[in-house]
């Protein structure tokens, strides 16, 4: 029995090619870095806990690969981040990767992408050439599989803003809209990888794994929104360049701060230069991909793919909100210190008392709303927002009751609140 271990292997590739190879009669391992992660995807498989940018050295690879046959690497990042860094991910680990395989004769089966070069416009694709080159260049056993735009089931990155973009109703937004486009299913990049481990596909190739025939962008927007059940757009909006740019800017700053938008720089740019790669050297061993519309036709579309989509638009307003709605309320009580606390002192409260709690709780308040700009703490921002309110209410409730009767109604527009952060948690969760 060959036995694997899969990088990534929770990812959106990587979920797919250890489904198939578990499927298949292989003996699979994941390594990947969220324990929360691994829970989701493949509770009952072997997984080791790692992160792939702490493994840059040959002798972090020997433990690892004792035992195993074969690395299928599905790994990757799109953009420097918090929690991404290209070069360590694509390039230094992989590195180190092909010393140590190339010494124990591991096979490697590298997962890079369409239309990467030393050259390319993105970081992303310059690391991920270089990445190749380390493979190549260390004599171990490797084929490199080149993918062009992968749809899924699931959604994630391009796939995830074309999904965005096909679910808006009545109009089409649209940029870049005749950029080439040329897709394949993760049914077939995951079959592909069964080829190279079988060793149907030869050693020290480097294939493309593309559809026959490109699309440009604004067909396969249309295709998927066919795929969700939205009605053809009534009319296009195409957004200027400068439009786009400024979008980017704004998901980069973002990105800064831990959120992986789909809309980052890197995406725009790919997009733009168009996803598009040779199928004849695949086509000659193995055959075709599935076409854009079989693959589409192979993951049947439920109610849930279109709701996610348009809650996509949802989330960053929601985020934004609820961080504008905190600092407000935090600003607000800071600056209207003394007639804020003139609610509690109309209640009995000595003054200073009440300054000081409406200073304590106005602090808070900013804290909440600047924490959940920070990805890696939104969803403890968001508790803290659920418990601060359920203080603000029950509190309020015994202190001040007559609150529940202004005309106003500070107390009852808490329950909607309440409501709004209780749904942004699920929609928050990690992948």
Not at 50 to 77: F, K, M, P, Q, Y
Not at 324 to 351: C, D, Q, Y
Request: with cysteine; charged share 15%.
């Amino acid at each position: 029995m060959t036995r694997v271990l899969v990088l990534g292997g929770y990812g959106l590739i990587g979920a797919e090619v250890m489904r198939h190879l578990l499927a298949e009669g292989f003996a699979v391992t994941g390594l990947g870095r969220s324990a929360v992660a691994v829970r989701k995807a493949f509770p009952d498989a072997d997984w080791i806990l790692r992160d792939l940018s702490h493994l840059c050295d040959a002798r972090h690879w020997g433990e690892l690969l004792t035992g195993v046959d074969a690395v299928v690497n599905c790994a990757g990042a799109l953009q420097d981040g918090p929690r991404d860094h290209l070069q360590a991910v694509h390039v230094d680990a992989v590195a180190a990767l092909a010393t140590a395989a190339a010494a124990r004769g591991v096979q490697i089966v590298q997962i890079s992408a369409a239309g990467v070069s030393p050259e390319a416009s993105t970081a992303f694709f310059r690391t991920k050439a270089a990445g190749d080159q380390a493979l190549l260049d260390s004599g171990a056993p490797v084929v490199i599989l080149r993918p062009g735009l992968v749809l899924a089931p699931q959604s994630y990155g391009g796939t995830a803003l074309i999904r965005q973009l096909a679910a808006f109703p009545i109009i089409q937004p649209m940029a870049m809209k005749h950029a080439p486009i040329q897709t394949v299913s993760v049914k077939d990049v995951a079959l592909a990888v069964q080829h190279a481990l079988d060793g149907r596909l030869p050693d020290r190739s480097v294939l493309d794994l593309v559809e026959p025939t490109p699309h440009s962008l604004s067909e396969v927007v249309a295709a998927h929104r066919k795929w969700l059940g939205v009605a053809p757009a009534r009319a296009i909006i195409s957004a200027p360049r400068w439009g786009v740019r400024a979008i980017a800017w704004g998901a980069d700053t973002l990105g800064r701060l831990g959120w992986r938008s789909p809309l980052r720089s890197t995406a725009i740019d790919v997009l733009k230069d168009g996803v598009h790669g040779d199928p004849a050297p695949y086509r000659a061993l193995v055959g075709d991909v599935s076409p854009l519309q079989d693959t589409l036709a192979g993951f049947p579309a439920a109610g849930a793919d279109l709701l996610k989509a348009r809650l996509a638009w949802f989330v960053p307003l929601g985020v934004a909100v609820l961080s504008l709605f905190w600092l407000l309320s935090g600003i607000i009580g800071v600056v209207s210190l003394g007639a804020a606390s003139e609610v509690l002192t109309s209640a009995g409260w000595p003054g200073w008392m009440a300054k000081n709690a409406v200073l304590f709780w106005a602090l808070i308040d900013l804290a909440l709303g600047f924490a959940i700009l920070y990805r890696p703490w939104v969803q403890k921002a968001l508790l803290g927002m659920l418990v601060t309110c359920g203080i603000y209410l029950v509190s309020a409730s015994i202190v001040t009751p007559g609150l529940w009767l202004d005309p106003l109604g500070p107390l009852v527009k808490i329950l909607p609140i309440m409501l709004c952060i209780g749904l942004m948690s699920p929609l928050l969760e990690d992948r």
